[in-house]
């Protein structure tokens, strides 16, 4: 059995190669219902009679028959397009059609799941429902999508990864979503987002679906640094900083602070944009920038571009003075190279509250404000998040 439908094995059909088919399911559901057939009458446009059960078919009814492939799915009309109920339905050999006037355009005809229905009815319980899916299977690279889990039953997230990436789902035990990023070095081309589940009778299910990432068209940069700021570049230096800031990326507060669109933090030309490849010292294009770097005189105060509570405010070699805002869900705002640092850790800041100042501290040319948002730790581009919602 399946939600629509009933294979049947015939085993003396099988030299015709049909062993298998369709079971008429349709015709179960009307039970020792008979609909006499109609009298046969001329084709006009949106409805025609069907000689072969003398029954008709018309308008969304007829337009879902031969969209579907109704001859092969649905078989030849047992009945008339009629009430039945609430609902306006139509049987068929293998299935029955019902129309709904309040769904959206494209949609109002739909199926009955005879299949789940007939299960029902002889007591046996029907397997979890589970779907996956994503608000933009297809996003680029270095950008946000929103998947969603929904369940017919109460089921715990236990883990979920895009690749190897870890994934955060949050939401009730029947509807429950998650904040992907996708960083701006993923590969073009498919990746697959797994997410297993634990149900409320003990069994776990794994589901997947699939990420199509896009390319992106990011700029490239050739930097050179001076010899004050060239040992900034030694990967010790990066490494000991990665152990402060990783636990920072982690964190995952398991409520949305924010709300509505990110405000820009401050106000200036765009001197690098998020996902710029950048080559140091004449080295090869091997790093691609995490954020959006702004320009501003030194001393401009820098805003808070979404509500959150303060998780970092010091100082560090590469970030200069810095401050991380975790916005919940997941979603952290970072903000790099302050002269001075307005904020304390733990405190709770609104969109628009001044953090701190625009400077030149760590690794900088100049003073700018470097400003990151990060999802589950994955930098993505800040354009998305101040342009619209993310997230409904």
């Known amino acids: 059995l399946f939600d629509y439908a009933r294979f049947e094995y015939h085993p003396d059909l099988a030299p015709a190669g049909a062993a298998v088919q369709l079971g008429q399911l349709g015709r179960e559901a009307m039970g020792a219902l008979i609909y006499p057939p109609s009298p046969p009458f001329p084709t006009a446009p949106g409805r025609e009679y069907v000689a072969a059960t003398g029954h008709w078919l018309s308008y969304g009814f007829r337009d879902y028959w031969y969209a579907h492939d109704g001859i092969h799915l649905l078989g030849y009309p047992l009945s008339e397009e009629m009430a039945e109920g609430p609902r306006t339905v139509q049987y068929f050999e293998r299935g029955r059609l019902e129309y709904d006037p309040a769904a959206p355009p494209g949609r109002a005809v739909t199926m009955t799941p005879l299949g789940a229905e007939l299960l029902l009815r002889r007591g046996w319980p029907l397997p979890t429902r589970l779907s996956l899916t994503l608000s933009e299977p297809s996003p680029g690279q270095g950008m946000t999508t929103v998947a969603e889990l929904r369940s017919d039953r109460a089921v ?21 979503r998650a904040l992907v990023g996708v960083p701006p070095w993923a590969a073009v081309g498919m990746h697959r987002l797994t997410v297993t589940v634990r149900q409320d009778d003990g069994q776990v299910k794994t589901l997947g679906a699939d990420v199509a990432v896009r390319e992106t068209a990011f700029p490239r940069e050739r930097l050179d640094l001076p010899p004050d700021e060239s040992g900034l570049l030694d990967p010790a230096v990066s490494a000991r900083e990665e152990q402060v800031v990783a636990p920072l990326y982690a964190i995952f507060t398991p409520e949305r602070l924010w709300s509505g669109p990110f405000l820009m933090p401050v106000q200036g030309p765009i001197t690098t944009e998020f996902g710029e490849m950048r080559a140091y010292n004449g080295g090869p294009f091997d790093s691609w920038h995490q954020g959006l770097d702004i320009g501003a005189p030194e001393g401009t105060p820098i805003r808070a571009a979404a509500a959150g509570r303060v998780v970092y405010a010091g100082h560090l070699d590469i970030r200069g003075n810095f401050v991380a805002i975790d916005d919940g869900l997941g979603v952290l705002t970072c903000y790099f190279h302050q002269s001075r640092i307005a904020v304390t850790v733990g405190q709770s800041v609104a969109a628009g509250d001044i953090i701190g100042y625009v400077g030149s501290t760590g690794l900088a040319t100049g003073p700018h404000l470097h400003f990151e948002v990060r999802v589950a730790g994955t930098p993505v581009s800040p354009w998305q998040w101040m342009q619209g919602e993310v997230l409904k």
Not at 156 to 176: E, I, S, W
């Open 156 to 176: 715990t997230v236990t883990a979920a990864r895009l690749d190897d990436q870890p994934v955060d789902f949050f939401g009730d035990p029947y509807d429950h």
